[in-house]
Every structure is written in structure tokens, then in C-alpha cells.
């Protein structure tokens, strides 16, 4: 397997893995190709770390999976929003489900106190095309991913995921990410490196 770094010259292929890999559910699965370029170009472009732990998988010269970790992504994730809110409302509108769980979000913020994680490397996504899903592509995107955070000298890295993705939880259990944090829709976890 070889990896590209993900530009604004391949992104198209991370739409492709994304359109394959990702469900309805997800709000990024509801974008058009267009909003998908520019938010996977945000969130991998500009600081260095997000682009050295940002890639594609090939296999020979077929993209299969991708693979977007960085610092700072949150404030990535909100300037996206910030430059396209007017793209995104009609989205939102349309899709009530997400509209809901955003009021939720921001309801859960005002009213408790706000839970930050000690990982300042955040994954945000781990996608394997369709067609090539349950032949342990995660666990060599992770063995990749963790190379180049040891490389780097990291020491840890975290993620969140749906708590109703019961499928993800236990890979990240079985590849030693430990349990942080709940919320009402969201599980939150961090990896130790050795």
C-alpha cells in the first residue's frame, strides 16, 4: 500500500472514499462534491501536522481509504462553517435530524460545563471505500497514522465517534484507545502511544 498526502489536485479521490464509506446520517454525506472539496481542503490544508497526519491509501494506483488527523480541527471545522453557513442552512432545514442534534450540541454547551480532551491530535476520519472494508485496511491506516505520530514525537492522539456506531467503538477498543468521555450522542477516546 502507498499514501498520498491529500491536495486539493486528489481531493476528489477523498469524495470518492467518503461518498462510498459514509452512511445518510452523516452530515458531511449530505454535502455536494463542491462543499466536500472545500471542507476536506480545510481541514488538511495549512498546518503542517494536519497535513503530514492527512492521506489517502492506495492500492496500486487505486484510492481505497483515507485517513484526516491534525491539531486544531475543531477551529478548522468552524471556519468551514463560517465561509459556507449560507450553503450549509438549506442543508440543515432540509435534514431536520441534524438541525435537532446541533440545538441539542449547543444547548449541552450552555448549559454544563464545557469537556475538553487531553489529546490536542484530534482523528476526524478513517474512511475505507466500500469494496474494501473488512479486510483490516483500518488497522493498517492506524499502524500508518501512529508511525507518523511517533515520527513527529507525539504521544497521544484522540477521537470521538457515534455512540450508536457500536462497530467503531469496539475497533477502537481492540486497537487500545481508552474511553474519555460521554455525552448524549458521542463517545470520546484517547490512545496512549508507546
Not at 452512511?23 to 454525506?29: K, L, R, V
Not at 472545500?38 to 492506495?58: N, P
Not at 486497537?175 to 490512545?191: L, P, Q, S, V
Request: net charge positive; with cysteine.
Amino acid at each position: 500500500m502507498r499514501y498520498l498526502t491529500i491536495r486539493a489536485e486528489n481531493v476528489c479521490q477523498a469524495i470518492a472514499i467518503h461518498r462510498s464509506a459514509y452512511h445518510n446520517d452523516h452530515f458531511t454525506s449530505r454535502l455536494n462534491d463542491q462543499l466536500l472539496a472545500d471542507y476536506y481542503i480545510q481541514l488538511t490544508q495549512g498546518e503542517e501536522l494536519s497535513q503530514e497526519l492527512s492521506f489517502l491509501a492506495l492500492d496500486g494506483d487505486t484510492p481505497i481509504a483515507l485517513v484526516v488527523c491534525g491539531k486544531g480541527i475543531n477551529s478548522r471545522v468552524k471556519r468551514f462553517v463560517r465561509a459556507h453557513w449560507l450553503k450549509l442552512l438549506p442543508i440543515i432545514l432540509i435534514n431536520r435530524q441534524f438541525l435537532w442534534a446541533k440545538l441539542k450540541a449547543v444547548f449541552t454547551r450552555f448549559s454544563k460545563s464545557t469537556w475538553k480532551s487531553s489529546a490536542n491530535i484530534r482523528l476526524v476520519s478513517i474512511a475505507v471505500h466500500k469494496d474494501s472494508q473488512s479486510n483490516g485496511i483500518g488497522s493498517i491506516l492506524l499502524e500508518e497514522l501512529e508511525r507518523r505520530l511517533r515520527a513527529l514525537g507525539q504521544t497521544s492522539y484522540g477521537l470521538s465517534v457515534k455512540k450508536k456506531n457500536i462497530g467503531a467503538i469496539k475497533f477502537y477498543s481492540k486497537h487500545g484507545f481508552a474511553f474519555e468521555y460521554a455525552d448524549k450522542a458521542t463517545e470520546y477516546y484517547i490512545k496512549q502511544l508507546q
